[in-house]
């Protein structure tokens, strides 16, 4: 960060960035995400780590357009003709369960064949009886709603402590999830203490997982 001086007294700062490489260094692409990545003072995180994504992903697109190729092939060549995709935010402003159901239906009524989404409402590092029953109840509903053919991914967003996560993976088990992403934070980053082995409800890597060395770790 390079730090000045204003004339109200106030310090200023913005972000010092390596410099622009030009010509051929300019397509170095990987190279310059490494250095944007890691060659500052704080480790990157998944919000300058989203801007880095950003920008790589821009790169790589002016570069196809450049050589007037599809991106894929500069890549090298695309592996599939389609691919499946989920839907998220389908949910937003449902509160009760029939609620949650009738979203579910008409995203499903869309083509979408897999929902992604958070039941747990305003649940924070515990959940007590009412709240679970009441996620339970949204999920219940919304396999109700879609069959047996969609797939329902739940959100965790990494709120939980191991004994609420537990509870929760536990009760979500029988209902037939594709995973549970990120029921606790600690799950990501490290083994927590109380945190058993394999579970019955898969938990896929989470999107709070930057690098590959910390996927990897």
Not at 59 to 84: C, F, H, M, N, Q
Not at 179 to 203: D, E, N, T, Y
Request: aromatic share 8%; hydrophobic share 40%; with cysteine.
């Amino acid at each position: 960060m390079h730090l000045g001086r204003a004339r109200n007294g106030r310090g200023r700062c913005r972000p010092r960035l390596p410099p622009s490489p030009g010509g051929r260094a300019g397509r170095q692409y990987t190279r310059l995400r490494r250095q944007l990545s890691r060659h500052g003072y704080w480790e990157s995180g998944p919000v300058i780590s989203s801007g880095i994504g950003g920008i790589e992903m821009a790169l790589w697109d002016l570069l196809a357009k450049s050589l007037g190729r599809p991106l894929a092939s500069v890549l090298g060549g695309a592996v599939r003709e389609t691919i499946p995709v989920y839907s998220n935010a389908w949910y937003f402003g449902a509160a009760s369960a029939t609620e949650f159901a009738d979203c579910a239906r008409r995203t499903v009524a869309l083509g979408y064949r897999g929902l992604k989404f958070d039941p747990f409402g305003v649940a924070n590092f515990t959940i007590d009886e009412q709240g679970l029953s009441q996620a339970v109840e949204r999920v219940e509903a919304v396999r109700d709603a879609t069959g047996p053919d969609v797939s329902l991914m739940v959100e965790g967003h990494g709120r939980f402590g191991v004994e609420s996560a537990l509870r929760v993976v536990a009760h979500l088990a029988p209902l037939n999830v594709r995973f549970l992403k990120s029921p606790h934070l600690q799950v990501i980053m490290q083994p927590s203490p109380g945190w058993p082995g394999p579970l019955a409800c898969p938990l896929p890597p989470a999107s709070e997982l930057t690098t590959c060395a910390t996927a990897s770790g």
